[in-house]
């Protein structure tokens, strides 16, 4: 677990794994029938004397587990947030694919593990899926409604637009 140079900032990774075996029991994980988290990723600014920053922490949640504390998986910090989502994501998309395929190993045990619910606000879910913000021209990732600008606001007023396929979100 060592801070690393990403873009123009420094990234953090420790995982999911070392808060599964420090906090959990193989009983804990056995009467919950395994082990399910809920992820958040969100941007926070950062202020300190005359200087700015952004942090984008990656944190998790046991869900069956609700008395321990949120963990923190991974943090990027830098002047602006990550200039590569590819980057920033990898090896956390890499550690719950092998957890999701490979389940966890307690002594003799294995047991099934899921990233149940990632938990993002509408900015940080444009950043994640690399698609247009919120509040861009095309910025509904359900449906084609295109916004009108007004007073200096993006606004959306067709209540019944078609709903996006996989075509028109990947264009």
């Given at each position: 677990?060592?801070?690393?140079e990403?873009?123009?900032?420094?990234?953090?990774?420790?995982?999911?794994?070392?808060?599964?075996?420090?906090?959990?029991?193989?009983?804990?994980v056995?009467?919950?029938?395994?082990?399910?988290?809920?992820v958040?990723?969100?941007?926070?600014?950062?202020?300190?004397?005359?200087?700015?920053?952004?942090?984008?922490?990656?944190?998790?949640?046991?869900?069956?587990?609700?008395?321990?504390?949120?963990?923190i998986?991974?943090?990027?910090?830098?002047?602006?947030?990550?200039a590569?989502?590819?980057?920033?994501?990898?090896?956390?998309?890499?550690?719950v694919?092998?957890?999701?395929?490979?389940?966890?190993?307690?002594?003799?045990?294995?047991?099934?593990?899921k990233?149940?619910?990632?938990?993002?606000?509408?900015?940080?879910?444009?950043?994640?899926?690399?698609?247009?913000?919120?509040?861009?021209?095309?910025?509904?990732?359900?449906?084609e409604?295109?916004?009108?600008?007004?007073?200096?606001?993006?606004?959306?007023?067709?209540?019944?637009?078609?709903?996006r396929?996989?075509?028109?979100?990947?264009?």
């Amino acid at each position: 677990m060592c801070v690393t140079e990403m873009g123009t900032g420094q990234f953090w990774f420790k995982g999911i794994t070392p808060y599964i075996k420090e906090r959990l029991s193989a009983e804990m994980v056995q009467q919950a029938r395994g082990v399910k988290i809920d992820v958040n990723i969100d941007g926070l600014d950062l202020y300190e004397k005359g200087k700015s920053g952004k942090m984008w922490p990656i944190l998790g949640s046991f869900c069956d587990f609700p008395e321990e504390p949120v963990f923190i998986i991974a943090a990027y910090c830098g002047e602006k947030k990550p200039a590569d989502v590819i980057e920033f994501l990898s090896q956390f998309r890499d550690e719950v694919e092998s957890l999701e395929n490979d389940s966890i190993r307690f002594v003799d045990l294995v047991f099934p593990f899921k990233a149940k619910n990632y938990i993002l606000d509408a900015p940080a879910r444009a950043f994640c899926k690399c698609i247009i913000e919120h509040n861009g021209e095309k910025g509904c990732e359900k449906c084609e409604v295109k916004g009108e600008k007004y007073k200096g606001r993006e606004v959306f007023c067709d209540y019944n637009a078609l709903l996006r396929t996989d075509e028109s979100f990947t264009d």
